[in-house]
């Protein structure tokens, strides 16, 4: 299993920290924990532990470790399984030892994190050991919750995954839409090369294709990063990949599911996208009680 060192809060720290500050700007809007405040002084002292009520990959311990480092640093997080690993129902996660009002008003924010990132942990790594014979890799996708999406594709990442572009800003895609509004696949390439050419740094850029003869067009233009075969079946994709040949590396997407995800894979493309491991994965359920 996969564990993600602190490289990517490094790489992506400015967009976790506004993450986290929306939510809690959700939670605790200009008042704050009315509930706690009534309830707990200022420096009661508390400890929780949290605990798995499923099994699952876990994510998320160092996304609250963050949130704690942010906004109560004052309370010690104990982690006792790590990001990546795998744990059972029963399972002491972590423990949070600090001042009570903090632990109440931050629990929800903490086990959201870690319910979701975890459940997509869970799947991904599903979906990787079904291809585990091949050498094809999971992407993920931009279909994400909206506000939650860097910490989504963090969780894909824990979970064995690849991370596609985080979002509009770091790759070119040239989809259906783009190509058909430019007036074809040639004059599409032709704008992006002279765009990409202008820009102080590079970035990728990958090629939706539809068809074979798309595909023998992007066989033209080297500079593209990779060719991305949309709604192709098997046999469609591994001619394509056959006429490729390795000159480019290549992406399978549209409607794969698990259930289809072994005959893509086959074919013996690098990459295939799916939205399923973001927008369907069901949470692994966790409960913080205090001890």
């Known amino acids: 299993m996969k564990i993600m060192p602190n490289s990517f809060i490094d790489t992506y720290r400015n967009e976790l920290v506004l993450c986290i500050n929306h939510a809690l700007d959700e939670d605790f809007g200009k008042a704050g924990d009315h509930t706690s405040k009534a309830i707990f002084p200022i420096g009661h002292q508390s400890k929780a532990t949290l605990i798995a009520k499923d099994d699952g990959v876990l994510a998320g311990v160092a996304f609250c470790a963050l949130v704690l480092e942010l ?46 990132m975890s459940g997509i942990a869970t799947v991904t790594n599903q979906v990787q050991q079904l291809i585990s014979h091949t050498a094809c890799k999971v992407l993920d996708t931009r279909k994400t919750t ?5 910490a989504e594709k963090w969780a894909v990442l824990i979970g064995g995954g690849v991370n596609h572009r985080m979002g509009l800003y770091d790759a070119i895609m040239l989809k259906d839409n783009h190509i058909d509004f430019c007036g074809g696949l040639p004059a599409a390439l032709a704008k992006t090369k002279d765009y990409v050419e202008s820009l102080s740094s590079p970035i990728p850029v990958i090629v939706e294709t539809r068809t074979l ?23 469609e994709l591994g001619e394509a990949i056959t006429l490729i040949n390795g000159a480019l590396p290549t992406e399978a997407s549209g409607n794969i599911t698990p259930k289809t995800i072994v005959s893509y894979a086959e074919t013996g493309v690098d990459y295939v996208s799916l939205g399923y491991i973001t927008h369907s994965a069901p949470i692994v359920d966790v409960s913080l009680r205090a001890i």
Request: aromatic letters at 8%; a positive charge.
């Open 71 to 116: 906004h109560a640093p004052e309370i010690r997080l104990t982690p006792l399984v790590k990001d990546g690993s795998f744990f059972s129902k029963g399972d002491v996660l972590f423990t949070l030892d600090g001042d009570t009002q903090q632990i109440l008003s931050l629990e929800r924010i903490l086990l959201n994190a870690i319910q979701r």
């Open 213 to 235: 003869v798309e595909v023998k067009i992007c066989l033209q233009y080297p500079w593209i990063s990779r060719i991305l075969l949309d709604n192709m079946s098997p046999k």
């Open 146 to 150: 909206p506000n939650f999406r860097i």
